[in-house]
């Protein structure tokens, strides 16, 4: 028996005594983890060293890096997250809904685990973390394939999430780190009934892989070429403040914005403020003719830069004629993550609602708010992009299933 399937095995079992344990058992669980984690925070940022060194040394881009490093800021940001998993409420159990039959029989639709949840990410080593205490509390083990660049960092967080778990009378087996080699990954896409689930977080090849090769189920989190359109009826300042903080707050994260559309009635005057405030912070422009004949600095943009997750400081720009010239880029180019419109007009405002098919559709405001904690989920398991079982940010109710408990006094069929 392969070592894959040992630990699928043992987190088959493991996932039967987190079914039955109580929310009360599971919060203990993830409070211990969270101390655990900042008891251990000198060992998992001495591992994490190692890793951001090799990163380095082999050319890593400083956004990657900066994706995979760990301070004890970011340590204590993952014990606060397992914290405010805690305190949300348990969606195991839950009615989704429920009534008495005309025959008498009582019908309820509840919440139940998916079981085992494989999760295959790259870089981010604090999604271990995350992924662990947000499985565990939805009441799913976890089997989790981090990258060979954070290998040193999983391992330490890995290991103290387990040591934790265990205390408090779980078995430690709720979490398990698979190994970072191409047939370890091969064999847990293959072992479909003892993997319930498999969740990719990272880029579109990793994404594409998983969801080509796998048997086991999969959840596609998506790759996030976000948009912001700056409509004729913008307000240009707030336009402004948006778009720089969508793109530069946190560039080497998903919900950044990679794309700026800018209706012609403005493109003139929102550019003359834009063009110079993204130069300033080190943004590279990619823009079409209508763009670059407005910036001296910026760089023309080919049919891939339009398509382009950067995760850098990198933006693509266009002028479009209408908004819906805005829509039909979107479609073309975007990843149905998330896209914004800055607009006063609230006819404007609800046409882009309506017409674009995303994840996040946002209004007057800035893309990087599609994010689990900020949507009040706590911590997220990914943004799906896909549109069966979940849409947009994965909080606790997107990682359980549900059945049906029918209760009776003796009806047959007739």
Same mark, same amino acid.
């Given at each position: 028996m392969s070592e894959i399937i040992q630990l699928c095995q043992r987190a088959r079992e493991a996932s039967y005594a987190l079914a039955a344990a109580s929310r009360a058992d599971k919060d203990a669980a993830l409070k211990a983890m969270a101390q655990a984690l900042r008891d251990h925070t000198t060992d998992i940022v001495a591992a994490n060293a190692l890793d951001v060194a090799? +990163? *380095?040394? +082999?050319? !890593?881009? @400083?956004?990657t890096v900066d994706r995979l490093a760990l301070d004890p800021g970011r340590v204590d940001a993952m014990a606060v997250g397992l914290e405010q998993l805690a305190g949300l409420v348990d969606p195991v159990g839950e009615v989704v809904r429920g009534y008495t039959l005309p025959n008498g029989l009582e019908l309820r639709q509840v919440r139940v685990p998916f079981g085992v949840v494989g999760i295959i990410y790259e870089a981010r080593p604090n999604v271990t973390a995350d992924a662990a205490g947000i499985c565990l509390k939805s009441g799913n083990a976890v089997l989790l394939r981090g990258s060979s660049s954070a290998a040193k960092s999983n391992a330490a967080i890995v290991g103290v999430l387990r040591d934790a778990a265990e205390s408090t009378g779980l078995p430690a087996d709720v979490v398990q780190g698979v190994p970072e080699d191409r047939a370890a990954v091969k064999e847990l896409m293959q072992a479909r009934g003892l993997v319930d689930v498999l969740i990719p977080r990272g880029g579109a090849g990793l994404i594409k892989a998983v969801v080509s090769e796998s048997t086991v189920p999969v959840i596609e989190t998506g790759v996030g070429n976000c948009h912001v359109y700056v409509d004729a009826e913008a307000d240009l300042d707030q336009a402004l403040s948006i778009l720089?903080?969508?793109?530069t707050q946190r560039p080497s994260v998903c919900? +950044? !914005?990679e794309s700026l559309l800018v209706h012609a009635d403005v493109a003139e005057a929102f550019l003359a403020k834009a063009l110079p405030a993204l130069a300033e912070a080190g943004v590279t422009v990619h823009g079409d003719p209508k763009v670059v004949a407005l910036g001296k600095d %910026? %760089? +023309?943009a080919t @049919? @891939?830069?339009f398509g382009a997750e950067y995760n850098s400081l990198d933006l693509s720009a266009a002028v479009v004629d209408s908004l819906d010239s805005a829509v039909r880029h979107? *479609?073309?180019y975007g990843s149905g993550h998330t896209d914004a419109i800055v607009t006063r007009s609230q006819s404007a405002a *609800? *046409?882009?609602v309506q017409a674009v098919d995303s994840a996040a559709v946002v209004v007057n405001a800035s893309t990087r708010f !599609?994010? $689990? $904690?900020e949507f009040g989920f706590g911590a997220e398991i990914g943004i799906s992009t896909q549109k069966l079982h979940a849409r947009g940010p994965m909080g606790l109710p997107e990682m359980t299933s549900t059945k049906y408990v029918v209760v009776g006094e003796g009806q047959i069929r007739g």
């Open positions: 090799a +990163a *380095r040394e +082999a050319g !890593t881009p @400083e956004s720089m903080n969508a793109k919900n +950044a !914005t %910026v %760089v +023309a @049919e @891939e830069d979107i *479609r073309q *609800r *046409r882009f !599609t994010d $689990g $904690g």
